[in-house]
């Protein structure tokens, strides 16, 4: 099945500067990778995702680069904010198929703390 | 619309009690899931649903049956409690379709067994 490694578990940067966590993944056949955001006592929510059919995708402050064949995605968070402080989680998965669901194989986490 | 939500918020089992935490969603949702979060290990699956009357075990079911008897509502039951079923539990749910949907997270239920 698919293992998703994640690193930094501990990340910690200076306020406006950048930050950026790494994920590989096992299953080749996986083409569908998010990344959640988790704040202290609060669910998980969905900040950005990317397809297997695109490199990279940008959202403000946010970037997902994708390698497919290296078979490794990357969040990408620049001029950090202190609310920017949270776990962040990345998944693989694949296109759901009606009779298996959507089954997201998650990283451990990454703990960002942006340092006034 | 409330999302998803999960009851009850807190609880703390003596080993070999019972229970069942219930996840609720208005969205019309087909998929629903149960994870657990323990620290350093991220969300593992425990078990999902793919519709309602359907279940399947995920990556961590041992110890932990559901049901799905309305789309709604996915109900994950502990039979006997043991110490390392301490966790945070979070469902989720997601949309049926032909590409990848963002799953919805409840707000978690943290458990504790003494």
């Known amino acids: 099945g698919e293992n998703v490694e994640q690193h930094p578990s501990t990340l910690s940067v200076q306020e406006g500067d950048s930050a950026v966590i790494k994920c590989t993944y096992s299953?080749?056949?996986?083409?569908?990778f998010p990344w959640y955001k988790q704040e202290l006592g609060k669910r998980p929510q969905l900040i950005i995702d990317?397809?297997?059919?695109?490199g990279e995708k940008k959202d403000q402050r946010i970037a997902v680069t994708l390698n497919k064949t290296a078979k490794h995605f990357s969040l990408h968070i620049t001029e950090t904010q202190p609310e920017d402080s949270a776990v962040y989680f990345c998944?693989?998965?694949?296109?759901?198929?009606?009779?298996?669901?959507?089954?997201?194989?998650f990283g451990p986490g990454t703990r960002l703390s942006v340092l006034p | 619309n409330a999302g998803v939500t999960q009851t009850p918020k807190f609880r703390v089992l003596k080993t070999g009690q019972s229970m069942t935490l219930l996840c609720a969603q208005d969205?019309?949702?087909?998929?629903m899931y149960w994870y657990r979060q323990d620290p350093g290990m991220g969300l593992r699956l425990i078990h999902y649903?793919?519709?309602?009357?359907?279940?399947a075990k995920g990556e961590v079911p041992d110890g932990y049956n559901v049901s799905r008897l309305k789309k709604q509502n996915f109900l994950l039951g502990l039979e006997s409690a043991a110490p390392s079923q301490t966790s945070v539990y979070f469902c989720?749910?997601?949309?049926?379709?032909?590409?990848?949907?963002?799953?919805?997270f409840g707000p978690g239920t943290r458990l504790t067994v003494t």
């Open positions: 299953d080749s056949a996986s083409n569908y």
């Open positions: 990317i397809r297997s059919n695109v």
């Open positions: 998944a693989a998965s694949m296109i759901p198929l009606e009779d298996y669901g959507q089954n997201f194989v």
């Open positions: 989720a749910s997601s949309y049926l379709g032909d590409r990848p949907h963002e799953q919805y």
């Open positions: 649903s793919v519709g309602e009357g359907t279940t």
């Open positions: 969205m019309n949702h087909e998929y």
